[in-house]
């Protein structure tokens, strides 16, 4: 069976990319984009499903467009279903 990519996962951890290359604490992306730090958390680490809303004002506390994040994400997809591919092509 092949492996479910989910988008939170994908997502979530592109965050945590921009919010470390801004050299930015969880905390303080938290009280800039105003939602809670145990929440921010859980949006990182794809347990939870992130709202526009929130993906925007994370955005924002992050010097960042939208369009980058869904950009990143999107690339990222194309990679993890061409590898998940990849590993079906090897086991047939």
Do not use: H, W
């Not at 092949?2 to 988008?7: D, E, G, H, M, N």
């Not at 949006?43 to 369009?67: D, N």
């Amino acid at each position: 069976m092949p492996q479910r990519i989910l988008f939170r996962t994908i997502l979530g951890a592109v965050l945590r990319s921009c919010r470390q290359e801004a050299g930015l604490t969880l905390r303080q992306v938290s009280r800039e984009a105003q939602v809670s730090l145990g929440y921010l958390s859980e949006i990182e680490r794809g347990q939870k499903e992130a709202s526009s809303e929130l993906i925007s004002s994370v955005c924002r506390a992050l010097g960042l467009k939208q369009s980058q994040i869904f950009g990143d994400v999107a690339t990222q997809m194309a990679l993890s279903e061409m590898a998940s591919d990849f590993r079906l092509t090897q086991t047939n």
